[in-house]
C-alpha cells in the first residue's frame, strides 16, 4: 500500500509539473484598454477601431488571419478557385455554432448567414461605410447604386455548408479579404430580434468565434469570456479579456508600466518609456499626420488662401530636430500601404508638388483675401495633437506665416481623442490630423477623399477623382493601371490643397514582459487574443 501511495504522489506532482510547463501561459484573463466604446458591433456598419478588435475576437468569418500574416481556415475549413479565378466555392465546418452571451447554443452558423450578411453589406438601405469591401463580389455596385436587388448579389447557397461566390472581376487573394470583419457571417433571426439594435448591447448578438460578451457596461468595461461553443482552427488559450473603456493615448505607459494592462498601443512620443525595459515593442509606419483645410470655413474655402500657406512652408526648419518617432512626409499614404501584392509608395507620387515660395505665397493670400472681401488679416485656429515635438516643429510654420504673410496663426494642442472628434465633426479650420483607411490598402485611405463619403473631413469634391476611384475600388482598373490611377487621385488632392502631408509617425504596440501570443495588425486593423498568454 505505501509502495502503491508513493507511486500515486509522484505521478500527481510529475502531472502537476507537466501541467505548469505546458500551460503556465494559458488560461489567463487578458487586460486590454481602449480610448472610446466601441461605436456598434453590427458587423456590416462597424467601422471604428475598437468595433473592430472586438468582432475579430468574438466573431469569425470564412477565414482568419494567424499570428504570422498568413490566412488560415475560420468558418471555412477549405476553399476552391476556378481557373478564371472568378468563382470561389467555399466549404464551411460543420461543427460551428451561434451561441449567446451567456453561452447558450442557437444554431449551427451555414451557408445562409453570409449570403445575409454580404447582402446587407451591399444594400443601399444599410448605409454601410464599409460596401466598397464587397464590390469585389459580382454585382455588389449596382446593387449599392439602387440599380438591382440585393439578391441579384453574386453569392449563392448551394446547400447549408457550401458558399460559391462568383466575382466581378478575377481575384487571387479573396481568401483574404474574406477574413474582414464587414464579411463576418450574421443570424438572420437573432438580427430581426434585435428590432433595429443589433450589436448595440451584448444580448443583441449571438457569436461564433473564440470568445463571446458577457459584460459591457458602456464607457466603462467590455468583457469576453471563452466561448466553449466554438471548435476553429486555433483554440483560444486565454480565458477571456477585459477591456478598459476611456483609456487615452498619455495614460497607455503608466497603464503598461503598473501592470494594469497587459498590452497597449503607445504614441510614439512616449515610447522612450520602454527603453532599457524588457517589454516588447512592434513597430507599425502606418500614421501620416498632414495639415488638413475645412474647406467648409470662411477663410478656408479659398483654394488661393490654402496655396498660400502651402507655398510658405519652411519644411527644412520644420524638419530640424524631428525626434526618431517622426519623419518627414511628402505623401499621404503611408509606406505599408499596398496595391494588390505590391507595396504603393514605390510607385506612388513621393513629393508633395507644391514648393517653398514666399513670394507665391503673399500673391496668393493677397488673391485670397481680395475674393473674400478681407481688409485685415484673419483669424485662424489651427488644431494639433498635443505632442511637444510636433508643436516645437509648428512652431516654425506659424513663423513663416507670420514673417511672409502677416498672418497670425492659434496653435491649439488637444489630446489625440478630442483632436479627432472635433475634425470628424468639422468644428476645425487647419487641423494636424491623420487620415485613416480601413485596411492597408492605399485605395482604402484615399476613400476618404471622395464626396459625401463621413470619412471626408476636408470638403474635398471632385466628380474625377471619384470615378477614377471608383473604377479602382470596384476592379474596374487593376495591377498597374491602379497604381497609375491612384496616384492621379492623389495629385488631384494635392492640387486642390486639401490636405498636405508633413509627418510620418511609428505607432508602437507594446506588450508585457510576461505576455505572449497578442498580435496587432497595422493600419489599425485591430488585435488578436486568441492565442495570447500570460505568465504568472
Same mark, same amino acid.
Given at each position: 500500500?505505501?509502495?502503491?501511495?508513493?507511486?500515486?504522489?509522484?505521478?500527481?506532482?510529475?502531472?502537476?509539473?507537466?501541467?505548469?510547463?505546458? @500551460?503556465? #501561459?494559458?488560461?489567463?484573463? !487578458?487586460? =486590454? +484598454?481602449? $480610448?472610446?466604446?466601441?461605436? &456598434?458591433?453590427?458587423?456590416?456598419?462597424?467601422?471604428?477601431?475598437?468595433?473592430?478588435?472586438?468582432?475579430?475576437?468574438?466573431?469569425?468569418?470564412?477565414?482568419?488571419?494567424?499570428?504570422?500574416?498568413?490566412?488560415?481556415?475560420?468558418?471555412?475549413?477549405?476553399?476552391?478557385?476556378?481557373?478564371?479565378?472568378?468563382?470561389?466555392?467555399?466549404?464551411?465546418?460543420?461543427?460551428?455554432?451561434?451561441?449567446?452571451?451567456?453561452?447558450?447554443?442557437?444554431?449551427?452558423?451555414?451557408?445562409?448567414?453570409?449570403?445575409?450578411?454580404?447582402?446587407?453589406?451591399?444594400?443601399?438601405?444599410?448605409?454601410?461605410?464599409?460596401?466598397?469591401?464587397?464590390?469585389?463580389?459580382?454585382?455588389?455596385?449596382?446593387?449599392?447604386?439602387?440599380?438591382?436587388?440585393?439578391?441579384?448579389?453574386?453569392?449563392?447557397?448551394?446547400? @447549408?455548408? #457550401?458558399?460559391?461566390?462568383? !466575382?466581378? =472581376? +478575377?481575384? $487571387?487573394?479573396?481568401?483574404? &479579404?474574406?477574413?474582414?470583419?464587414?464579411?463576418?457571417?450574421?443570424?438572420?433571426?437573432?438580427?430581426?430580434?434585435?428590432?433595429?439594435?443589433?450589436?448595440?448591447?451584448?444580448?443583441?448578438?449571438?457569436?461564433?468565434?473564440?470568445?463571446?460578451?458577457?459584460?459591457?457596461?458602456?464607457?466603462?468595461?467590455?468583457?469576453?469570456?471563452?466561448?466553449?461553443?466554438?471548435?476553429?482552427?486555433?483554440?483560444?488559450?486565454?480565458?477571456?479579456?477585459?477591456?478598459?473603456?476611456?483609456?487615452?493615448?498619455?495614460?497607455?505607459?503608466?497603464?503598461?508600466?503598473?501592470?494594469?494592462?497587459?498590452?497597449?498601443?503607445?504614441?510614439?512620443?512616449?515610447?522612450?518609456?520602454?527603453?532599457?525595459?524588457?517589454?516588447?515593442?512592434?513597430?507599425?509606419?502606418?500614421?501620416?499626420?498632414?495639415?488638413?483645410?475645412?474647406?467648409? @470655413?470662411?477663410?478656408?474655402?479659398?483654394?488661393?488662401?490654402?496655396?498660400?500657406?502651402?507655398?510658405?512652408?519652411?519644411?527644412?526648419?520644420?524638419?530640424?530636430?524631428?525626434?526618431?518617432?517622426?519623419?518627414?512626409?511628402?505623401?499621404?499614404?503611408?509606406?505599408?500601404?499596398?496595391?494588390?501584392?505590391?507595396?504603393?509608395?514605390?510607385?506612388?507620387?513621393?513629393?508633395?508638388?507644391?514648393?517653398?515660395?514666399?513670394?507665391?505665397?503673399?500673391?496668393?493670400?493677397?488673391?485670397?483675401?481680395?475674393?473674400?472681401?478681407?481688409?485685415?488679416?484673419?483669424?485662424?485656429?489651427?488644431?494639433?495633437?498635443?505632442?511637444?515635438?510636433?508643436?516645437?516643429?509648428?512652431?516654425?510654420?506659424?513663423?513663416?506665416?507670420?514673417?511672409?504673410?502677416?498672418?497670425?496663426?492659434?496653435?491649439?494642442?488637444?489630446?489625440?481623442?478630442?483632436?479627432?472628434?472635433?475634425?470628424?465633426?468639422?468644428?476645425?479650420?487647419?487641423?494636424?490630423?491623420?487620415?485613416?483607411?480601413?485596411?492597408?490598402?492605399?485605395?482604402?485611405?484615399?476613400?476618404?477623399?471622395?464626396?459625401?463619403?463621413?470619412?471626408?473631413?476636408?470638403?474635398?469634391?471632385?466628380?474625377?477623382?471619384?470615378?477614377?476611384?471608383?473604377?479602382?475600388?470596384?476592379?474596374?482598373?487593376?495591377?498597374?493601371?491602379?497604381?497609375?490611377?491612384?496616384?492621379?487621385?492623389?495629385?488631384?488632392?494635392?492640387?486642390?490643397?486639401?490636405?498636405?502631408?508633413?509627418?510620418?509617425?511609428?505607432?508602437?504596440?507594446?506588450?508585457?514582459?510576461?505576455?505572449?501570443?497578442?498580435?496587432?495588425?497595422?493600419?489599425?486593423?485591430?488585435?488578436?487574443?486568441?492565442?495570447?498568454?500570460?505568465?504568472?
Amino acid at each position: 500500500m505505501r509502495t502503491f501511495l508513493s507511486l500515486l504522489l509522484a505521478l500527481l506532482l510529475a502531472c502537476s509539473l507537466v501541467g505548469c510547463s505546458e @500551460d503556465s #501561459t494559458s488560461g489567463k484573463l !487578458l487586460n =486590454y +484598454p481602449l $480610448e472610446a466604446d466601441p461605436t &456598434q458591433l453590427d458587423p456590416q456598419l462597424a467601422d471604428s477601431y475598437e468595433s473592430k478588435i472586438l468582432l475579430q475576437n468574438c466573431m469569425e468569418g470564412l477565414t482568419r488571419i494567424a499570428s504570422d500574416g498568413s490566412v488560415i481556415p475560420g468558418v471555412a475549413a477549405r476553399w476552391d478557385i476556378s481557373e478564371d479565378k472568378l468563382t470561389w466555392t467555399f466549404y464551411l465546418r460543420r461543427d460551428t455554432y451561434w451561441s449567446t452571451y451567456n453561452g447558450e447554443r442557437v444554431a449551427p452558423v451555414t451557408a445562409d448567414d453570409f449570403v445575409f450578411a454580404l447582402r446587407r453589406l451591399v444594400d443601399p438601405g444599410t448605409h454601410s461605410t464599409l460596401v466598397h469591401e464587397a464590390q469585389v463580389i459580382k454585382n455588389a455596385s449596382a446593387i449599392a447604386s439602387g440599380t438591382l436587388a440585393p439578391d441579384q448579389l453574386g453569392a449563392e447557397k448551394v446547400d @447549408d455548408y #457550401t458558399l460559391v461566390l462568383h !466575382l466581378a =472581376y +478575377p481575384s $487571387e487573394d479573396l481568401h483574404r &479579404q474574406a477574413a474582414s470583419t464587414a464579411w463576418l457571417p450574421c443570424y438572420q433571426p437573432a438580427f430581426e430580434e434585435s428590432s433595429g439594435r443589433y450589436g448595440r448591447d451584448k444580448d443583441t448578438l449571438v457569436y461564433n468565434g473564440p470568445f463571446r460578451m458577457m459584460l459591457w457596461e458602456h464607457g466603462k468595461t467590455l468583457r469576453l469570456k471563452q466561448n466553449l461553443n466554438y471548435k476553429g482552427h486555433l483554440a483560444p488559450t486565454p480565458s477571456g479579456v477585459l477591456f478598459t473603456i476611456g483609456v487615452k493615448p498619455e495614460e497607455m505607459p503608466t497603464a503598461l508600466l503598473n501592470g494594469e494592462v497587459d498590452a497597449a498601443t503607445v504614441p510614439g512620443n512616449l515610447i522612450r518609456k520602454f527603453k532599457d525595459t524588457d517589454y516588447h515593442v512592434t513597430e507599425f509606419q502606418d500614421t501620416v499626420w498632414s495639415l488638413c483645410f475645412n474647406e467648409k @470655413d470662411e477663410i478656408f474655402r479659398s483654394k488661393n488662401m490654402r496655396l498660400a500657406i502651402a507655398s510658405v512652408m519652411d519644411r527644412a526648419s520644420m524638419y530640424s530636430s524631428l525626434p526618431s518617432y517622426l519623419q518627414a512626409s511628402f505623401s499621404l499614404v503611408p509606406p505599408e500601404a499596398v496595391v494588390g501584392d505590391q507595396p504603393y509608395r514605390e510607385n506612388a507620387l513621393s513629393s508633395f508638388p507644391i514648393a517653398e515660395n514666399p513670394q507665391a505665397a503673399q500673391d496668393y493670400f493677397a488673391a485670397g483675401s481680395a475674393e473674400l472681401g478681407l481688409t485685415e488679416s484673419p483669424q485662424v485656429d489651427l488644431l494639433c495633437p498635443d505632442q511637444a515635438d510636433i508643436k516645437l516643429s509648428l512652431g516654425f510654420l506659424l513663423q513663416s506665416l507670420q514673417k511672409h504673410l502677416g498672418l497670425y496663426v492659434n496653435l491649439v494642442p488637444l489630446p489625440v481623442t478630442d483632436l479627432n472628434a472635433r475634425v470628424e465633426r468639422g468644428d476645425y479650420q487647419m487641423a494636424l490630423y491623420s487620415i485613416q483607411g480601413g485596411n492597408d490598402w492605399a485605395s482604402s485611405l484615399l476613400a476618404t477623399f471622395q464626396t459625401d463619403v463621413p470619412a471626408n473631413v476636408t470638403g474635398f469634391s471632385s466628380s474625377i477623382y471619384n470615378d477614377q476611384l471608383s473604377q479602382v475600388l470596384s476592379g474596374a482598373i487593376v495591377d498597374d493601371k491602379a497604381v497609375e490611377t491612384l496616384y492621379e487621385c492623389e495629385a488631384l488632392v494635392y492640387s486642390d490643397v486639401a490636405a498636405i502631408p508633413l509627418y510620418l509617425e511609428s505607432r508602437y504596440f507594446v506588450l508585457a514582459p510576461n505576455v505572449s501570443g497578442i498580435v496587432a495588425r497595422s493600419f489599425y486593423n485591430g488585435v488578436s487574443f486568441i492565442e495570447g498568454g500570460k505568465s504568472d
